[in-house]
C-alpha cells in the first residue's frame, strides 16, 4: 500500500521520496520526534531531515559535553575538529545531498566516531552520539538511493546500495558504529555513480 507523505520544518529536506509505504510513515513521525520507536513498530523512518544540520547539531552537543581527563578533551575535541570539517566542506551540494567528492564527508564522520570509542567509561550521552552520527551517515546513503530511484537509475545498482543499508543495519544492531558508517558510505557510493 502506498501513501502519500508531507513535511515542513526547518530540518526538513526538500525533494522527492521513492514511492513510501503506509507502514514507514509512523517511525518517520517517531523518528522526528526524538522517541525511539518501539518494536512492535513495522517499517523504516524515512530519510527526510537535513543531514548537515543533524552534523551541526550533533557538533554543538558534542561542544557542550568537553571534560574530564586531558586525554578525553583531546578526543572530544577531535570529534568536534572532525565534524566541523564535515560539515565546512565543500562537497555538500545542499543541506541533504553530497557532490561526487561527499566521500570526505563520511570520512570525517568515521574520525570523529571513531574518537568518542576511544574515551574510557564513555557516559551513555557520548555512545548516544555514536549512534546518531551512524544514523546521519544512513540518512545520507538513504538519500542518495532515493534520488536514483527518481532519476530511474539502473536496478542493480539500487539494489546494491540497498544490500549496503541492510549491512550498514545490522552493524549498528550488532554495536559497530564505525562499520555501520563505512557500509552506509558505500551504499552512497553505489547509488549516487551516474
Known amino acids: 500500500m502506498s501513501a502519500i507523505f508531507f513535511a ?3 530540518d526538513i529536506g526538500r525533494g522527492t521520496l521513492r514511492q513510501i509505504q503506509t507502514v514507514d ?5 517517531l523518528k522526528l ?3 525511539a520507536a518501539p518494536d512492535t513498530v513495522n517499517g523504516k523512518a524515512l530519510a527526510v531531515r537535513l543531514p548537515k544540520n543533524l552534523l551541526a547539531g550533533l557538533r554543538d552537543q558534542l561542544n557542550a559535553l568537553v571534560g ?8 572530544y575535541r577531535n570529534a568536534v575538529d572532525a565534524l566541523n ?4 566542506s565543500n562537497a555538500w551540494l545542499d543541506g541533504s545531498h553530497l557532490r561526487n567528492n561527499g566521500d570526505m564527508v563520511f570520512a570525517a564522520v568515521v574520525t570523529a566516531a571513531r574518537q568518542l570509542l576511544r574515551i574510557e567509561n564513555p557516559a551513555p550521552s557520548v555512545t548516544a552520539l555514536v549512534a546518531a552520527l551512524a544514523d546521519t551517515a544512513r540518512e545520507l546513503a538513504q538519500i ?8 530511474n537509475v539502473n536496478p542493480r ?7 549496503k543499508i541492510q549491512e550498514g543495519d545490522a552493524s549498528i544492531a550488532s554495536g559497530d558504529f ?5 557500509s552506509f558510505k558505500h551504499a552512497w557510493q553505489r547509488a549516487s555513480q551516474r
Open 157 to 163: 545498482q539500487i539494489a546494491a546500495a540497498q544490500q
Open 68 to 75: 574530564g581527563d586531558p586525554e578525553t578533551r583531546r578526543h
Open 144 to 151: 542518495a538511493i532515493d534520488q536514483a530511484v527518481v532519476a
Open 33 to 35: 520526534l526524538g522517541v
Open 178 to 182: 564505525v562499520g555501520a558508517i563505512q
Open 8 to 10: 515542513a520544518g526547518p
Open 85 to 88: 570539517g564535515a560539515i565546512d
Open 25 to 29: 510513515v509512523a517511525p518517520t513521525i
